[in-house]
T-cell receptor
Framework: GESVGLHLPTLSVQEGDNSIINCAYS??????FIWYKQESGKGPQFIID?????DKRQGQRVTVLLNKTVKHLSLQIAATQPGDSAVYFC???????????FGKGTRLHILP | ETGVTQTPRHLVMGMTNKKSLKCEQH?????MYWYKQSAKKPLELMFV???????ENNSVPSRFSPECPNSSHLFLHLHTLQPEDSALYLC???????????????FGDGTRLSIL
């Protein structure tokens, strides 16, 4: 079965607040993780990635945190905007030369 | 512009038809992928091509036939599909240096396929 999952299928956040989307993985050999955003009618869009030799990486308004001890990955979006409404997927590899496995996704709703 | 272009965006076909999905990437990548996306399911990897050579066939039925004539183009030929094949078919590409599991993939917007 899939080794990547998300804790919640949907998440509702007030506009302007920070969003935290969580992901659990089970493969200790995974050393590369990615977050994607998929808006309605579009393909997944790369947001940010992180390798297992890091525990935090920041992008523009986004931060990815990796906790290898508990096999947990999270995506933090600062000051959530209406344009952040989408489904967010985490993905992991199964090893450097192996394929990338995707989770089921969390739909982020932005409340006015 | 996404860098990965898929055509057509929508396709309706009968079970006895033959059609093809096309993908073109403008990113100079060496690896290309086909995925199937069904409602409420994770992305399912179908095929992987690296430098025009198929490196993975993820137990996909033979009614799906991929073709990669060069590193910029990827096709998915469809023949005698079933209603359960209705889904969004996504194409992706990646640089493919250092392992396909070691870099992000860039996706097109998909072809929404409906089988009557």
């Amino acid at each position: 079965g899939e080794s990547v999952g998300l804790h919640l299928p949907t998440l509702s956040v007030q506009e302007g607040d920070n969003s935290i989307i969580n992901c659990a993985y089970s493969n200790s050999a995974s050393d590369y993780f990615i977050w994607y955003k998929q808006e309605s009618g579009k393909g997944p869009q790369f947001i940010i990635d992180i390798r297992s030799n890091m525990d935090k990486r920041q992008g523009q308004r986004v931060t990815v945190l990796l906790n290898k001890t508990v096999k947990h990955l999270s995506l933090q979006i600062a000051a959530t905007q209406p344009g952040d409404s989408a489904v967010y997927f985490c993905a992991e590899n199964k090893g450097r030369d192996d394929k990338i496995i995707f989770g089921k996704g969390t739909r982020l709703h932005i409340l006015p | 512009e996404t860098g990965v272009t898929q055509t057509p965006r929508h396709l309706v076909m009968g079970m006895t038809n033959k059609k093809s999905l096309k993908c073109e990437q403008h990113l100079g990548h060496n690896a290309m992928y086909w995925y199937k996306q069904s409602a409420k399911k994770p992305l399912e990897l179908m095929f992987v091509y690296s430098l025009e050579e198929r490196v993975e066939n993820n137990s996909v039925p033979s009614r799906f036939s991929p073709e990669c004539p060069n590193s910029s183009h990827l096709f998915l030929h469809l023949h005698t599909l079933q209603p359960e094949d209705s889904a969004l078919y996504l194409c992706a590409s990646s640089q493919d240096t250092g392992g396909v599991g070691n870099q992000p993939q860039h996706f097109g917007d998909g072809t929404r396929l409906s089988i009557l």
